[in-house]
């Protein structure tokens, strides 16, 4: 037997778990480690075995922190389940021959937070777990259909070939894929991040072009469109990219129409419930019904944009999702009309909505933990 194979831990436990999430992130943030275990004395525990085991090593440079397989654990991974792995140890990419640089270890970092995020949101992750959708363009694959909410990152994007040379420069991480919705996916970590707004509209036709015309037609209506999805440190971020105007060179980040609905979710485990819920076409219905209580239903011809309308005739938002667009629209209006509006939000979502919104608005919210508890 294999001798790395042996000190390997069980499949099917948190530390075999965190083996794989290093595998395919490359170095992943130690400040992350804690989403993964239990409590945090044995997240120390794990460690200290897997770095006995010559499974683990810390990397320390530029302070920041991560966690990197050795060899031996590569090796064992490789020959557990190469179809999982062998994408990530493969040939000269990021995953496999790591680099010093910061730039490149942070974008390592934000794609390993979004690993986490999807993962514990119920999405997956692994090759082996969902559908070959990206496969080169001089393949054939067929019965392509998402069942579950699967995540592909911007390296198995690139796999169709030539085209993604167009899309060179572009922020995503990757694009998420549920039954019936597709989000191009983005990691803004707890600073603006670039954005070149071009690179990002032929993302955004990339993606359509490639699912709704090409490979799955069956499933993915031309009436709908490509959703954005960004995560970030937390809500202090989400004020400044709702409040960013691209700054004085306009490459960073700014609400520029590139998407109709643009969410931002906190890279924690409140990102992480709102992220299931925005995957299951199913529960959104059934929660707006409940948000819709006491409310006339969504009026199309009512001059500002609504989910409801209450009893004094004044539109409503369901801001749950923290969906961008829809809430800087829908604030302008209410300045532009002198109209009185009301937003429903998660209490946690409360403060930067109050900072950002005009005095017409007011603030509507849900209890979090008791929405989690009794909905979740």
């Not at 198995?156 to 991480?173: Q, Y």
């Not at 004044?314 to 969906?323: E, G, I, K, T, W």
């Not at 109209?339 to 919104?357: E, H, K, P």
């Amino acid at each position: 037997m294999n001798t790395s194979k042996k000190v390997m831990p069980n499949h099917n436990t948190q530390a075999h778990r965190f083996l794989e999430l290093i595998a395919i992130s490359g170095e992943f943030p130690a400040d992350q480690a804690s989403r993964i275990f239990a409590s945090g004395s044995y997240l120390e525990k794990v460690i200290t075995s897997l770095k006995e085991k010559g499974l683990v090593r810390t990397y320390y440079k530029d302070r920041l922190r991560g966690y990197r397989l050795t060899a031996r654990a590569k090796a064992a991974l490789l020959d557990d389940n190469a179809e999982r792995f062998a994408f990530y140890f493969t040939g000269d990419v990021d995953t496999n021959r790591l680099k010093s640089e910061i730039t490149r270890r942070l974008r390592l970092h934000r794609i390993a937070e979004t690993y986490i995020t999807m993962q514990n949101a119920g999405v997956a992750v692994f090759q082996d777990e969902k559908p070959d959708v990206f496969y080169p363009a001089d393949y054939e694959s067929q019965n392509l259909a998402i069942y579950v909410p699967a995540f592909y990152n911007s390296r198995e994007i690139k796999e169709v070939g030539m085209d993604c040379v167009k899309i060179h420069g572009a922020r995503m991480v990757g694009t998420l894929l549920t039954p019936d919705k597709v989000f191009v996916v983005y990691n803004t970590g707890n600073s603006l991040m670039k954005w070149e707004y071009k690179s990002e509209m032929r993302t955004k036709a990339l993606i359509k072009t490639l699912l709704w015309r090409e490979r799955m037609p069956e499933q993915y209506s031309m009436d709908d469109e490509v959703e954005g999805l960004v995560f970030g440190a937390d809500m202090e971020i989400a004020l400044s990219l709702l409040s960013s105007t691209g700054g004085v060179k306009h490459n960073y980040f700014m609400l520029d129409g590139n998407y109709d609905n643009f969410h931002f979710l906190t890279s924690d485990h409140k990102g992480e419930v709102i992220l299931k819920l925005l995957c299951d076409a199913e529960k959104i219905a059934q929660f707006n019904q409940i948000l819709s209580q006491n409310l006339s239903g969504h009026d199309n011809g009512f001059i500002i944009e609504n989910d409801a309308i209450d009893a004094n005739g004044n539109p409503v938002l369901f801001a749950y999702s923290f969906d961008m667009p829809r809430i800087k629209r829908f604030n302008s209006a209410l300045q532009m009309y002198g109209r009185s509006g009301t937003l429903i939000c998660f209490d946690f979502q409360a403060d930067v909505l109050r900072r950002y919104c005009c005095e017409h608005m007011q603030i509507q919210t849900i209890g979090f933990a008791k929405f989690e508890e009794k909905f979740m």
